[in-house]
Structure formats: structure tokens, C-alpha cells
């Protein structure tokens, strides 16, 4: 009998799926491609044809312009060459998927990157069993704890409402975090006007059109000092400090991202209000994953692979680290 999995094939750019002649979140183009969520590392302009839920699509069509899209919604299922193949939510930013891959009476699950914790901008990830789980270790080192996130909302509006002459700039990836935070945000109550930068303009309309509402979103360009006081602003984590956040009322700057547990990260942007919000997994959330899967065995692609296998192995689960390049945490 053939090794278990022996029909997907890890390389440097990507998981491939030889029945099926494609591969999963390549990133090279390729002719087939089975894409998890929107995120740049993830999701790649320039294949011949592209499978992915129908909101990823949109959030390709918005960063890479048209794609030759196959949408499969969240429990349809497709077949590609010889395989099954099915998405199902995975509860990192909207549209993610896991893959689900049946062929020959095996099933693997590409999870590409996830969370268990609710978001209000996306559906909840969905246990599937299977033999082959394939996870994501972004945050595989049992010291990686998120706080609960209300409370990291919490103090952000304290520090807002504390220094109303001033804003709290907010430091939040563009696709996925910075909807999430305004989700966040509106769910803890607060019902003010946020202001953006406009590299978030375009995916907040999409979210918004998608179904997502985010309450009333002001562009930072135009407005003056006084209006912006007292308000939160959002931006990508690269206009934290550039000259951009002059036009601010003094800003208290902020920035979303579990990174911000360690406290050099937050040193290195110069943020003095840190939030720890993240939109991956953190290490109680992935062996609960993993236990809950309950797979024969583990495949671990990007992040601190060598911690969590090692987790797999003391717990009888049989584990292999992928070594897949190109996958950045720039997302988080
Ligand atoms: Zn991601
Ligand atoms: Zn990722």
C-alpha cells in the first residue's frame, strides 16, 4: 500500500496535488490553483485558473484585477482531475477556506492560515476530521497566549477616551485586521466615525458590499487636525510612522497584531499602545485544533514548525515539517 498522502507533493513554492494537477496557495502561477484566503502570501496574481470561495475571488479581483475564477462556495464541492475537492470556513479573514482534499478514500485538509477565536467579519472555523491535517505554526511556541480581544479593545478606547485632544492611530494589516478592528471596535459599542487611510479604502467597500458592516468610515485625507481629535484612525502598519501621520492631532499610536506580545516588535514601530489581536492561531488554539482534527498526521508548513511537531510527537501523532518558502507574517 502507498504511504499515506503519497498523491500531494510539498515543494518550496507550494502544496501539489498530483491527481488533481494542481496546487494549493502556489507562489509561482501555475495552471491549476486552489487558493485558502486573499492574503499576499496566500494568494498570488497570474495563474491560468483559480479556485477559491467566491469572497476570496472578490478580494483577488480588487488587489489583481480579473481572474479566471471557479468559485466554490463554503460546503459545495468540486472535482478537479480525480479529486474531491471542498471549502470550508477556516475563521481567519473573510472568504478563508480550509481545502478539503477526498481521493482514493484518503482526505487531507490544507487549513492554510486560521484562528478559533469569533471574528465578526468572517464564519467560524469548522472541525474536520481527516488523515493528513496540514496547519500553519505562526504562533507554534507555547509562550504565544492572546489575551481575550474585547479586553485589548477595551483598552484602546480607555486610552482614547482618557486623551481626547489627542487620536490613537492604529496600526492594522489592510486585509482582515483593519475590518476586524472596526468590527471589534463596533461591537464594543463604539459608534463614532472612524477615519482611514486610503489603502484601506477599497477592501473596507468590498467587506461592507460582502456583507460586512463596519458603521460610518471617514478618509483621513481631507479632514483637519481638530475633526480627527478625540477619534481613532486606522492605517497599514507601514504609515505608522511615516510622514503621512503628520497631518494627525497628535497621535497615540497603536498597532493590532499578536506580535505585539513581544515587546521588541512594538519597540522597533515606536507603538506605545500595543494590542494584542490576532487574526492566527495561537499555541492553545492549534493543539486544541489538532486534537480535535484528530489526523493521522500532522504537516506543518510556515512558522515555528520544530515546537509543534515536536507537541505531535509526545502526543503520538505522527508529524513533518513542509519547509514551504514565501509565506510571510506580514499578514499578522
Ligand atoms: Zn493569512
Ligand atoms: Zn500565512
Not at 496574481?45 to 466554490?72: C, D, K, S
Not at 504562533?139 to 487620536?167: K, Q, Y
Request: aromatic share 8%; charged share 25%.
Amino acid at each position: 500500500m502507498a504511504r499515506l498522502g503519497s498523491w500531494i507533493e510539498p515543494f518550496p513554492e507550494g502544496i501539489y496535488v498530483k491527481p488533481a494537477d494542481a496546487w494549493v496557495d502556489p507562489s509561482q502561477p501555475k495552471d491549476k490553483a486552489l487558493v485558502t484566503h486573499g492574503h499576499a502570501d496566500h494568494a498570488r496574481g497570474g495563474h491560468g485558473a483559480v479556485w477559491a470561495t467566491p469572497e476570496t475571488l472578490a478580494i483577488m479581483g480588487v488587489r489583481y484585477g480579473q481572474q479566471n475564477a471557479n468559485p466554490v462556495a463554503y460546503g459545495a464541492t468540486v472535482r478537479i482531475g480525480k479529486v474531491e475537492v471542498s471549502f470550508v470556513p477556516a475563521g481567519h479573514v473573510l472568504g478563508s477556506a480550509q481545502i478539503i482534499l477526498d481521493y482514493q478514500g484518503e482526505r487531507v485538509v490544507v487549513s492554510g492560515d486560521y484562528k478559533r477565536r469569533p471574528d465578526p467579519t468572517c464564519a467560524p472555523f469548522v472541525v474536520t476530521p481527516c488523515d493528513i491535517f496540514i496547519t500553519e505554526a505562526t504562533f507554534g511556541l507555547p509562550v504565544f497566549h492572546h489575551p481575550d480581544t474585547g479586553s485589548e479593545i477595551d483598552r484602546l478606547l480607555h486610552r482614547l477616551h482618557a486623551e481626547s485632544e489627542r487620536c490613537v492611530l492604529v496600526g492594522a494589516y489592510a486585509l482582515g485586521k483593519a475590518q476586524r478592528v472596526i468590527a471589534e471596535l463596533r461591537a464594543r459599542g463604539h459608534d463614532a466615525p472612524i477615519y482611514y487611510h486610503g489603502a484601506m479604502e477599497r477592501l473596507c467597500n468590498l467587506y461592507e458590499e460582502l456583507g460586512v458592516p463596519l458603521g460610518e468610515l471617514r478618509p483621513a485625507t481631507g479632514a483637519s487636525k481638530a475633526e480627527m481629535a478625540g477619534h481613532i484612525v486606522i492605517c497599514p502598519p507601514g504609515a505608522l510612522n511615516d510622514r503621512w501621520s503628520r497631518r494627525l492631532p497628535d497621535p497615540i499610536t497603536a498597532m493590532a497584531s499578536g506580535w505585539m506580545r513581544i515587546r521588541q516588535r512594538a519597540r522597533q514601530r515606536n507603538v506605545e499602545l500595543p494590542l494584542v489581536i490576532s487574526d492566527h492561531s495561537d499555541w492553545d488554539e492549534l493543539t486544541r485544533t489538532i486534537r480535535e482534527v484528530a489526523p493521522k498526521e500532522v504537516w506543518i508548513t510556515h512558522g515555528r514548525e520544530d515546537a509543534l511537531k515536536h507537541w505531535c510527537m509526545l502526543h503520538q501523532i505522527k508529524a513533518r515539517e513542509l519547509n514551504l518558502v514565501g509565506y510571510e507574517d506580514e499578514d499578522e
